[in-house]
């Protein structure tokens, strides 16, 4: 198949809209969270490090987790629910008062969840396209996301510029997140396997 070929297969674009807002999202609290517990929370820098790593290890559990689940759970289901805990995770840091407990636990949900999202992407992209597609379909599925990995985190420091508090730059791409899960519906079960 060719990229048009593979971006004309049912739900491929859906799919895609929803890589592109996910790895958009995704690399703001990567981008600010250490800034921001240590400018707003008070945390200390080896605090902060520590915060990071949560999120590292919690990722790495995540996709070995969901790859062993989704030989029992539908793929789909596990990247909404994944797509929906990651955008939940990161409205925490916007609506919840900074505290090493609340930026801990964003870390852990965050990692986990967002870590099983892209485990699941080979899978779900072979369930699209097939097999055979696989290399041309996940190059196109890597150059639908990096726009949005070029272009959220300047946006959310210019948030933060304009409105002089993290909140917005927090609210705004986890409420994206969120909406985006309600995205995966319109991606049908995988044809392939």
Not at 37 to 55: E, F, I, Q
Not at 78 to 102: D, E, K, M
């Amino acid at each position: 198949m060719t990229a048009w070929e593979i971006l004309k297969e049912p739900g491929f674009l859906s799919f895609c809209v929803v890589l592109f807002v996910f790895a958009g999202c995704l690399w703001i609290p990567m981008t600010f969270i250490a800034n921001y517990a240590t400018k707003d929370a008070g945390l200390s820098a080896n605090d902060a490090a520590a915060l990071v790593s949560y999120t590292g290890v919690a990722s790495t559990t995540g996709r070995v987790a969901f790859g062993r689940l989704s030989k029992w759970i539908p793929q789909l289901v596990l990247l909404q629910g994944s797509v929906l805990v990651s955008g939940l995770a990161i409205l925490l840091l916007g609506v919840a008062p900074p505290s090493y407990f609340v930026l801990a636990l964003h870390a852990i949900l965050f990692g986990f969840f967002s870590g099983s999202t892209i485990a699941l992407l080979a899978p779900i992209i072979i369930g699209l396209v097939g097999l055979r597609n696989l290399p041309v379909a996940f190059g196109i599925a890597a150059c639908v996301q990096a726009p949005g990995v070029l272009i959220a985190p300047p946006l959310g420091g210019a948030l933060r510029d304009a409105t002089g508090v993290m909140t917005w730059t927090f609210i705004v791409p986890g409420a994206m997140m969120v909406l985006s899960s309600a995205l995966v519906w319109a991606i049908p079960a995988p044809r392939h396997s």
